[in-house]
Nanobody, 116 residues
Framework: QVQLVESGGGLVQAGGSLRLSCAASGSIFSIYGMGWYRQAPGKQREMVASINRFGRTLYADSTKGRFTISRDGTKDTVYLQMTSLKTEDTAVYYC??????????WGEGTLVTVSS
C-alpha cells in the first residue's frame, strides 16, 4: 500500500510564500514522476506542476515563474515552493505519484488559503 502525505498548507496573505511537501511511502514499484494538482471550490481539479525521474518539469501557465517543483529522490519526497501567491491560488492541493508500472496514487490534499 502506498501513502502520500502532504504538509505545508495554511493561510497566507497575498504576495506571500508557502512550501508544500509530499512524502511517499509504502510498496512503490518505482517512481516515474510526482506532481501537484489543485482544486478550488466549484472548479475542476487542475495540474499545477510535475517532475519526472529525469528531472523534467512541467508547470501550468498560471504558476510559471511563481511556483517551483523539486524532488528529493532519496526520500521519495516532492516539494512545491509557491511565491507571489494570489487569492486565486486558494485551493486544496493534492500530491500525485506516477509509478513506472502505470499505477497512479493521490494524497488526501492540503488546504492553501490566500487572503487579500
Amino acid at each position: 500500500q502506498v501513502q502520500l502525505v502532504e504538509s505545508g498548507g495554511g493561510l497566507v496573505q497575498a504576495g506571500g510564500s508557502l512550501r508544500l511537501s509530499c512524502a511517499a511511502s509504502g510498496s512503490i514499484f518505482s517512481i516515474y514522476g510526482m506532481g501537484w494538482y489543485r482544486q478550488a471550490p466549484g472548479k475542476q481539479r487542475e495540474m499545477v506542476a510535475s517532475i519526472n525521474r529525469f528531472g523534467r518539469t512541467l508547470y501550468a501557465d498560471s504558476t510559471k515563474g511563481r511556483f517551483t517543483i523539486s524532488r528529493d529522490g532519496t526520500k521519495d519526497t516532492v516539494y512545491l515552493q509557491m511565491t507571489s501567491l494570489k487569492t486565486e491560488d486558494t485551493a486544496v492541493y493534492y500530491c500525485k505519484l506516477w509509478a513506472t508500472d502505470g499505477v497512479e496514487y493521490w494524497g488526501e490534499g492540503t488546504l492553501v488559503t490566500v487572503s487579500s
